[in-house]
């Protein structure tokens, strides 16, 4: 656990890491979902780059499931190497084994480096990725 927090705390990452003991909790917790599972890469026996992915069950779509990637990374002095095309390769296939009719992921803005890197491997920009900061605002505005 203390390896995958590590990546996070990459420029163009999170600025504050978990700490290790509400990390785990969070780890157990997203173990008790059916399909939501935090996978990571190695290299020699490091832990070089992580992802989550959740497939989720739809109403929608006549029922088809859908993949979400989240928390993608790479460690900083091993991007390029193909180790982030190797997880979201990994990734696909798992959606594809599942039925999923897409797999999704967003970027935050400033991340245009994780951007060009999702559009050489196929990714489309689709649709529009709007949020509710919650840390920040407690209610809808009213129109």
Do not use: W
Request: with cysteine; glycine share 6%; proline share 3%.
């Amino acid at each position: 656990m203390p390896h995958i927090l590590s990546l996070y705390s990459q420029p163009e990452m999170d600025e504050e890491i978990l700490p290790l003991e509400r990390a785990k909790e969070i780890f157990y917790k997203m173990k008790s979902y059916p399909d939501y599972r935090v996978y990571v890469a190695t290299h020699q026996g490091e832990v070089v780059g992580t992802f989550a992915l959740l497939i989720m069950d739809n109403l929608a779509h006549m029922g088809t499931p859908s993949g979400v990637v989240e928390d993608v990374v790479v460690k900083e002095d091993l991007q390029g190497q193909g180790i982030g095309k190797q997880m979201m390769r990994f990734a696909l296939d798992l959606c594809c084994k599942k039925g999923c009719y897409k797999m999704a992921l967003s970027s935050s803005l400033k991340r245009e480096r994780a951007h060009r890197f999702y559009e050489t491997l196929g990714f489309v920009k689709h649709g529009y990725s709007f949020l509710i900061d919650c840390r920040n605002k407690t209610e809808v505005k009213d129109v």
